[in-house]
């Protein structure tokens, strides 16, 4: 028998298509603009949309996702995550453990788990999670973390060990996300940064080539996962 075929999430650039973050934008269209500059992995994170407007949002934003060939996860909430057809979910404390989002969903979708530490991303594998999300890795004013910011060095030396693919999140930005690749980090998750941009499109490909420019520089001297 075939084994399930789960998507692999795509190295690099991670954007957050999120309603808090320049709330007058309408989220299909902030994830019009992340497509087109060729976003691969889109998390749908809704925290002031309403229930019916957030399916609708979802199943919107997941087809467009899958027209241009990108993996759309959502935030949260795993019945969106079905109902929309989404690739997987990510979850954290507040949410549905990890294996119960894996029960509902399935083998075939991905599931990411937040994390603060080496001890929940071993956790977080033994719990069926796909990659874990962690941070803060820099100070961020879109979301209160009650978690200390880890800096650069806090975060490599968990990227290091990780039983899991790590994306790094939290005050992520043109500025920085080259170094944060070059830990050898599987992806760095931006919102602010690029949702605040004039064009979306250009930001995320001016993100997406310094992720690739300082993860070439991480294989180069042996730090890649
Ligand atoms: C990639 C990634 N990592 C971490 C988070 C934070 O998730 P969570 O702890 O559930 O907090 P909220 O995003 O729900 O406020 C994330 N969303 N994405
Ligand atoms: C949603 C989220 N979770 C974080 C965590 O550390 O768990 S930091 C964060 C905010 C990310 O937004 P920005 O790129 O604007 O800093
Ligand atoms: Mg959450």
């Given at each position: 028998?075939?084994?399930?075929?789960?998507?692999?999430?795509?190295?690099?650039?991670?954007?957050?298509?999120?309603?808090?973050?320049?709330?007058e934008?309408?989220?299909?269209?902030?994830?019009?603009?992340?497509?087109?500059?060729?976003?691969?992995?889109?998390?749908?994170?809704?925290?002031?949309?309403p229930?019916?407007?957030?399916?609708?949002?979802?199943?919107?934003?997941?087809?467009?996702?899958?027209?241009?060939?990108?993996?759309?996860?959502?935030?949260?909430?795993?019945?969106?995550?079905?109902?929309?057809?989404?690739?997987?979910?990510?979850?954290?404390?507040?949410?549905?453990?990890?294996?119960?989002?894996?029960?509902?969903?399935?083998?075939?979708?991905?599931?990411?788990?937040?994390?603060?530490?080496?001890?929940?991303?071993?956790?977080?594998?033994?719990a069926?999670?796909?990659?874990?999300?962690?941070?803060?890795?820099?100070?961020?004013?879109?979301?209160?973390?009650?978690?200390?910011?880890?800096?650069?060095?806090?975060?490599?030396?968990?990227?290091?060990?990780?039983?899991?693919?790590?994306?790094?999140?939290?005050?992520?930005?043109?500025?920085?996300?080259?170094?944060?690749?070059?830990?050898g980090?599987?992806?760095?998750?931006?919102?602010?940064?690029?949702?605040?941009?004039?064009?979306?499109?250009?930001?995320?490909?001016?993100?997406?080539?310094?992720?690739?420019?300082?993860?070439?520089?991480?294989?180069?001297?042996?730090?890649?996962?």
């Amino acid at each position: 028998m075939n084994a399930p075929a789960r998507p692999s999430l795509p190295r690099g650039l991670y954007v957050l298509c999120d309603d808090t973050v320049r709330p007058e934008l309408p989220l299909r269209e902030k994830a019009a603009g992340l497509l087109a500059g060729g976003a691969r992995v889109v998390q749908l994170r809704m925290k002031r949309t309403p229930l019916r407007e957030a399916l609708a949002a979802a199943r919107e934003v997941v087809a467009a996702c899958r027209r241009a060939g990108a993996v759309c996860l959502v935030n949260d909430r795993v019945d969106l995550a079905l109902l929309s057809g989404a690739h997987g979910v990510h979850v954290g404390d507040e949410d549905l453990p990890a294996e119960e989002a894996r029960a509902l969903l399935g083998p075939e979708a991905l599931v990411g788990v937040t994390v603060r530490g080496l001890e929940d991303a071993k956790a977080a594998r033994a719990a069926g999670a796909d990659y874990v999300g962690l941070g803060p890795v820099f100070g961020t004013t879109t979301k209160q973390v009650n978690a200390p910011v880890l800096g650069l060095g806090g975060f490599a030396a968990v990227v290091r060990t990780s039983p899991l693919p790590v994306v790094g999140i939290g005050g992520v930005k043109l500025e920085n996300i080259a170094e944060l690749a070059a830990t050898g980090a599987h992806g760095g998750a931006v919102a602010s940064d690029v949702l605040l941009a004039e064009d979306l499109a250009e930001r995320v490909r001016r993100l997406s080539a310094a992720f690739d420019r300082g993860a070439q520089g991480a294989s180069l001297v042996g730090g890649d996962v």
